[in-house]
């Protein structure tokens, strides 16, 4: 008779991938039965892959405008050192912020300027070019602590790289925050006047920490532009944590200057007491436009959209204040 042969084919096992086993842990004692077999299963793997590791330093809630320093460089390897690290962000719709010095560093630090979630990731390659069988992840909720909140960025399609920095480097929208006792020019023609650029009522580019509450500097009773940016993006943000009680405040956007890269698409997010109550995102805006956004009534807290009297967003074309002439 003829033997039979079969020919096994042993499944091909990659650095990291899990290979099943069984085994049988036997327990010897002096009671009735004096052995006892215990089935095990497990996996292990062939060869170990490195481990990414990923601490965060502020911790996993912070405000906008908080730095993070991202801690990559307690990952580890088998045996070994870890020779690579490649960093990636999972950021809010709008943001376009970068790692610092770069994605490929240990330890690199990230700013945090648009409220949301912001869920980062770790991978690393060990001396022999192994990269880790899964990377890490940490996630980090951006949360404004302020009553009123207002968050602006924008997008704008023609210029080629909005993270870029420098002299016009990207468009220059410009949010104001205004305060009910503005007065001022009637730019936009509607016989009453605009409110914006007032100093000290319009919170904005030239007056970022006006004194509109107590003059005692311990209550924090008065608004704060956190960054002007004038290259591109955003965000730009304005807080206040004391807000008075029958006020209503106003929001507004004006295209400072295009840098010829043309139109803009403008987001503005509205927070009270950390809750998202308003956006408006991709609103068209191009050079020179002043849109009045909306009203935030206080101590409500209700936002109100302002619109013309065709019911379309309020936008002035080519504003230009006598004091703050947009430039040519």
């Given at each position: 008779a003829a033997d039979l042969c079969q020919e096994?084919?042993?499944?091909t096992v990659g650095v990291g991938d899990p290979v099943p086993d069984l085994g049988k842990i036997v327990i010897a004692s002096d009671a009735f039965n004096s052995e006892l077999g215990v089935e095990i299963r497990g996996f292990g793997v062939e060869v170990e892959c490195p481990t990414a590791v990923i601490v965060v330093q502020e911790g996993e809630e912070v405000i906008p405008q908080t730095k993070l320093h991202l801690i990559g460089s307690q990952s580890y390897a088998a045996g070994g050192s870890i020779s690579k690290y490649e960093w990636s962000v999972q950021q809010p719709v709008g943001s376009q912020l970068v790692f610092l010095p770069s994605s490929s560093a240990p330890d690199p630090t990230f700013e945090v300027n648009v409220a949301g979630s912001y869920v980062f990731k770790l991978r690393v390659w060990d001396q022999n070019n192994e990269e880790s069988c899964f990377p890490a992840e940490y996630t980090v909720f951006v949360n404004p602590d302020e009553a009123i909140h207002v968050e602006l960025l924008w997008h704008t399609p023609l210029d080629p790289d909005e993270t870029d920095e420098g002299p016009e480097a990207g468009a220059d929208l410009d949010l104001h925050f205004?305060?009910?006792?503005?007065?001022?020019?009637?730019?936009?023609?509607?016989?009453?006047?605009?409110g914006w650029f007032d100093q000290p009522f319009d919170c904005f580019w030239f007056n970022p920490h006006p004194n509109?509450?107590?003059l005692d500097p311990a209550k924090d009773d008065d608004p704060g532009l956190d960054l002007d940016d004038t290259d591109g993006a955003g965000p730009e943000n304005v807080n206040l944590n004391q807000p008075q009680d029958g006020m209503t405040y106003k929001v507004g956007v004006h295209y400072w200057?295009?840098?010829d890269f043309g139109p803009s698409l403008a987001t503005v997010r509205?927070?009270?007491?950390?809750?998202l109550v308003f956006q408006l995102s991709d609103v068209e805006l191009v050079n020179q436009d002043m849109w009045e956004v909306a009203d935030i009534a206080w101590p409500s807290g209700e936002v109100t959209l302002n619109t013309d009297l065709g019911g379309s967003y309020k936008i002035t074309p080519s504003y230009s204040h006598p004091f703050f002439p947009a430039p040519e």
């Open positions: 096994v084919h042993e499944p205004l305060h009910p006792f503005a007065t001022g020019e009637d730019v936009d023609g509607d016989g009453a006047p605009d509109w509450g107590s200057n295009d840098h509205i927070y009270i007491y950390s809750s």
